[in-house]
């Protein structure tokens, strides 16, 4: 029988702690990303009303965890020196889209690393919240070159596309960035005409105005960003 999965919306330090005992394991000690735990998962972040931290626990133990930063800063990418692979767009074009939300700090410990259920229970816990607080795209960045990777999660379920590199970030890793996008209504779409297993478990327990929200006509620039011509090395990615 497979151990009970549960996800915990990060609220108080007990729960920090279990956070910080993922980011510990795979930041810290095996990607030598951050050290400090202030840059693992920063305790003024448990409160901050624009920023969800998400922590699952099996059988009782940390398992993964993720971040939500609801309206980042976008000219922050600015700085990195982002390099779009479709000429036609550009930052001014992505704040157009609306309401982003930057999700990332993905990290799920090894021994989890081999069934897509704690990757999927935190999408699912981060997803419903996002749509309640009425943001429709995801922005997030991985590591080209990763040897573990939730490249092909976010791209093959979830349908994230690339739409920009960088070579430099917040994170201590040589690698290059790739820039990611989901618009979230154009996944729930696509999902749901595929009668895929994973629309049943990212929108189990929905109310149905969170379907009719879903529902809206996805963003016409989303449907035309590139989705071919990705870096081979990019099928060996991190999240930062």
């Known amino acids: 029988m497979p151990p009970l999965i549960q996800v915990l919306r990060i609220e108080n330090e007990t729960d920090r702690?279990?956070?910080?005992?993922?980011?510990?394991?795979?930041?810290?000690?095996?990607?030598?990303?951050?050290?400090?735990?202030?840059?693992?998962?920063?305790?003024?972040e448990i409160t901050d009303p624009a920023i969800s931290w998400f922590v699952v626990t099996s059988a009782g133990r940390p398992a993964g965890v993720l971040r939500v930063l609801y309206e980042p800063p976008l000219d922050l990418y600015e700085t990195y020196g982002l390099r779009f692979i479709n000429p036609d767009l550009d930052l001014e074009a992505l704040l157009r889209l609306g309401r982003i939300a930057e999700i990332g700090r993905f990290a799920v410990l090894p021994e989890h690393r081999r069934s897509v259920l704690v990757a999927v229970a935190l999408m699912r816990a981060a997803a419903r919240e996002t749509v309640v607080r009425g943001f429709h795209h995801y922005i997030t960045d991985v590591f080209e070159g990763e040897k573990h990777s939730p490249y092909d999660f976010h791209t093959r379920v979830m349908g994230?596309?690339?739409?920009?590199?960088?070579?430099?970030?917040?994170l201590n890793c040589p690698n290059r960035r790739l820039t990611m996008l989901l618009d979230l209504r154009t996944a729930y779409h696509r999902l749901r005409r595929e009668k895929s297993w994973a629309f049943r478990y990212l929108t189990e327990g929905w109310e149905p105005w969170l379907h009719d929200a879903m529902k809206a006509p996805a963003e016409t620039m989303a449907e035309s960003l590139p989705g071919e011509n990705v870096p081979a090395a990019a099928h060996h990615a991190a999240t930062p």
């Open 17 to 44: 702690q279990l956070a910080l005992a993922v980011m510990r394991a795979i930041y810290r000690d095996e990607k030598n990303w951050v050290q400090a735990d202030e840059k693992l998962v920063a305790a003024a």
């Open 160 to 170: 994230f596309r690339l739409i920009a590199t960088h070579d430099t970030g917040e």
